[in-house]
């Protein structure tokens, strides 16, 4: 159930208030919020607060969250939300969680802050989370149990120091972000009008680190490819049309398809399947095909080149007799759309400002996250990381350094309040 919030401003009137407004530069405001003592404070907080911040990651680590799997962990974040005295918390019929800081002024629209709680794993991985001299180890610890914790993090010290923010504050875990996940969270949430047309700006918080800001929506196109045929004995049917033969030439010719440097364009064969044992022919072989792109045209032009590959390669191998044909179906099984954030954008010069404030350099990036599903709507939207090292991300090795955590926290805290403001006591 979702409860209805209060009727507010449409985010266009309220940026051209602010814009009208806006004697203040980008730059100043930050300065000005940095200098709060309930921002000191909130900073200390995260300091002090080092030791639970890893307790909690290792505990929501520890709780699988597959893609189309993550009632557990979305329950158990719900739960946190409620402790941290969020209001209307709840999870939607896909497990995404929400909980609300309210804000001086109820009418304004939301700064949202999200973070995935999907992992890449699926159901079946043994999870086991460890702390190993100073660093955390476990699948899906940086990816994304950080950004879960930055999460909480974030409503903790501002509960904690009393920080008042004008614009209300939409915390938000979100599932189906990894994979073939496909976005379909973050889809949810943007396409139902009550939060669409009262989100302001999305912060996705995703992974380690704070030297990045993904401004840049990488889009992509993930296809599934079967090719099916009769099958039979190895010796005795020998002849008839081998759909593993067949997928490996349509492999071949697709991998030849050149692609430019920029912009920046990819193709990967990830899974592969087919047959049941060595002395038969298969009836069937399946691959999956993930394609990048920054641009759109490079995508249409990789799908056909796909089509064109199967459409060449299973003649190819049909044999002559009508019970040996064989069949190709290729199927999309994840679309993520492509979009950029404008350079002149108000959320961009904001978190170039935090990023003067506390001496951090970041660079922008282009990448596929949630970010990509408002940015493809024209809306204001950028991903940035918890703070702190990670790697082997989407393996059973996985590791988050917490050293620098600080910096990713004070970072996302003085965007956040940038963005909604600061009321004065
Ligand atoms: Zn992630």
Sequence with gaps: MSPSPPVRLPVGESVLRSESQGLRSAQQQVATISELPQVHDAFSWFRNHARELEELQLEVTAIPAP??????????????????????????????????????DAAAPFIALSAHIDT????????????????LYGPGVSD???GI??????????????????????FLGNVGEEGEGDLRGMRQIYQQPQWSSSIASLVVIDGAGADTIIAEGLGSRRYEVTVRGHGGHSWSDFGVANPIVALARVI????????????KTTYNIG???????????PESATMRVDTRSASVDELDRLERALHEAVDHAIPEITGRKKQELLTAEVRIIGNRPAADLPADSPLLKMVRAVDAQLGNTARIQRASTDANVPLS?????????????????????????????????????????????????
């Excluded at 890449?120 to 660093?135: A, C, E, L, M, Y």
């Excluded at 914790?149 to 939409?170: E, F, K, Y």
Aim: hydrophobic share 40%; net charge neutral; aromatic share 6%.
């Design 144 to 146: 994304n149990s950080s």
């Design 377 to 425: 709507l024209g809306r204001q939207a950028i991903a940035i990381g918890s703070g702190g090292s990670g790697g082997g991300a989407h393996t059973i090795h996985e590791w988050y350094d917490p050293t620098g955590r600080e910096l990713g926290l004070k970072r996302i805290l003085l965007l956040t309040l940038a963005l909604c403001g600061v009321a004065d006591e």
């Design 120 to 135: 890449v794993f699926p159901s079946d991985t043994p999870i086991s989370v460890r702390r190993d001299d100073g660093k």
């Design 252 to 263: 071949d010719r697709f991998t030849r398809t050149p692609v430019p440097v920029s912009p």
């Design 67 to 104: 893609p189309w799997g993550e009632s557990a962990r979305s329950h158990w974040l719900r739960e946190h939300f409620a402790e941290l005295g969020l209001s209307e918390v709840h999870r939607d019929e896909l497990g995404n969680v929400f909980g609300i800081r309210c804000g001086t």
């Design 149 to 170: 914790t930055a999460l909480l993090a974030i409503a903790g010290a501002m509960r904690a120091t009393g920080l008042a923010n004008i614009a209300p504050i939409l």
């Design 271 to 281: 899974i592969i399947n087919g047959g049941t044992s060595v002395n038969s022919i």
